[in-house]
Every structure is written in C-alpha cells, then in structure tokens.
C-alpha cells in the first residue's frame, strides 16, 4: 500500500471521529438543557476524541501530500545529459539553409 | 563572485520546482486550518482562545512540514530557509475562521437546525 492510499484511509478515520465527537457535544449540550444544568465544562472524552482526529488527520495530509521537489538548478542538471540541455528551445535556428533548398525544389 | 549577479540569482533555481513546493505546502496548511477551525468550533472556543488555539496549531503543522516534508533541511526545497514556518499563514487564518464560525455554530448555535435533524434520523434509523 502505497503512502498516499494509508493517508486516506487515515483522513478518512479522522473524519469519521470528528463527526461522532461534534454529535456527542450536541448531545452533551441537549442533555444539559434536559436536566437544567449549567454548561461549564465538557467531558474529557470528547475533547481528547476531538483533538485525537486533529492529530490524525495531520498526519494523513502529510502523508497525502507529494514529496517536495529539491529546487537548486545545480542538483537538477547533474540528472540530465548535454543532449537534452542543448536541444532545448533557446538553440532553435530558424534562419538556416532550409529555405533556399525548399525554393529551389519548386 | 558572479553567481551574486541578479541574472544568475534567476537561474540558479528550477521554477518549476519551486512553483510545485509552494503548492505543496498551501495544500498542507489550507487542510490544516479548515479542520482546526473545525475542532476549534466544536470544543467551543471564543474570543482570544480560538486564536491562540490556531497560533498554536499553525506552529505545529510548521512543524510537521519542517521534519517530515523538509527533513530538517528547509534550504533544500525553499529559497529562504525560513519560508516553511511563515508561507500561507495568513491565508489559512481565514479559512480557520470560516469553519471555526461554521461549526460553533452548528453545535453551539441557538438554532441547531442540521444537528437537529441528524438527531431526528439517528432516533428513528437506530
């Protein structure tokens, strides 16, 4: 399995047990107003749900994102060869023999 | 030394490269920020708190940016070394606050309308 498709199946846990700890404070809070109590503080559990599917989901998209891409051009041209460096659009010649041949040939 | 001049500044770098890190990493801290403004909205924070909880969480997706993506060698991947602890936090203030906002109020609110029915449904299916 490859890191990215890991990534998802995390994101996709983290998800889920944010969705369920938004509902448990929902819940918690109707239950409060039912019995007529002050909301003061919330249960320990659906904090650490709710900032254990943060944590999880930070690293899922850590994980989903690509590897960065190291940018100094020196390091880069070490991999390409003089053929790919000199065939590149800078060395096109346009004004060349080509034209002369071509009027010829009519 | 010649590789001071502008010109050679320019060159020294894989555009290309550079464009792609930069994406990388707003995608990591847009991510970020839209699912800590949501568990900043469901833990029911207001005022000063929900934004030292983004401070707080901004310095840790930095973090993880720092030693997983970068390995601890920022200067490879970014023209400044220290652009992995301050791109795109500003931006991601902004989408934090809209899903902090959206999500307090959807659990917090006065009206409850979604959270209401998603009751009703869960009541009557289980």
Known sequence: MSTATIGKVLGWISFVTLLHSTYSTYEHLSYLKVVEKVANNMPIEIIVECLVSVLIFSISIVLIAGPLKPILMKNEMVKKSIDKVDTRPSFNTFNHRGRIIKSSLN | ?126
């Open chain 2, 1 to 126: 030394m010649a590789s001071q001049s502008p010109q050679n500044q320019a060159s020294l770098y894989v555009p290309e490269n550079v464009v792609h890190n930069t994406k990388t990493i707003t995608f990591i801290r847009s991510s970020m920020s839209a699912i800590n403004g949501s568990a900043a909205g469901i833990l029911g924070l207001t005022g000063y708190s929900g934004f030292i909880f983004y401070a707080l969480t901004a310095l840790f997706t930095s973090f993880l940016i720092w030693s997983v993506k970068t390995n601890t060698h920022p200067g490879i991947y970014f023209r400044n070394g220290s652009d992995v602890w301050t791109e795109g936090v500003f931006g991601g203030l902004f989408s934090y606050v809209l899903f902090w906002t959206l999500l307090y109020g959807i659990v917090h609110g006065t009206y409850k309308t979604i959270m209401v029915h998603l009751h009703k449904w869960f009541m009557v299916n289980f």
